[in-house]
Nanobody
Framework: QVQLVESGGGLVQAGGSLRLSCAAS????????MGWYRQAPGKQRELVST???????NYADSVKGRFTISRTNAKNTVYLQMNSLKPEDTAVYYC?????????????????WGQGTQVTVSS
């Protein structure tokens, strides 16, 4: 059983900051790419940022220069530091991970999603 649990969402004024965390737990052997996605009301889920196990990062153009993704491999945790928040950043933020885990007596790989955490930025 593998779980991704996000935390750190909330309500913040425009220009403020929030830090999201996502911890993966279970019979995990290794985690490859981890990332954050978001979904605003009435819109499709979109990529925010990803990070490889080696630390290579990728950002959506809309968040470049404002958001920073990082991870702690030893803790199976990924973070998203969000600065200079704008009302258009309001969305449910989801953690995602490509991982290898123990399933019975063998290894299996899969992509997992967290349950999401709400971020609301007021103007």
């Amino acid at each position: 059983q593998v779980q991704l649990v996000e935390s750190g969402g909330g309500l913040v004024q425009a220009g403020g900051s929030l830090r999201l965390s996502c911890a993966a737990s279970g019979s995990i052997v290794s985690i490859n790419a981890m990332g954050w996605y978001r979904q605003a009301p009435g819109k499709q889920r979109e990529l925010v940022s990803t990070i490889t196990r080696e630390g290579s990062t990728n950002y959506a153009d809309s968040v470049k220069g404002r958001f920073t993704i990082s991870r702690t491999n030893a803790k199976n945790t990924v973070y998203l530091q969000m600065n200079s928040l704008k009302p258009e950043d309001t969305a449910v933020y989801y953690c995602n991970a490509d991982l290898v885990y123990i399933r019975g007596s063998s290894l299996s790989s899969s992509n997992y999603w967290g349950q999401g955490t709400q971020v609301t930025v007021s103007s």
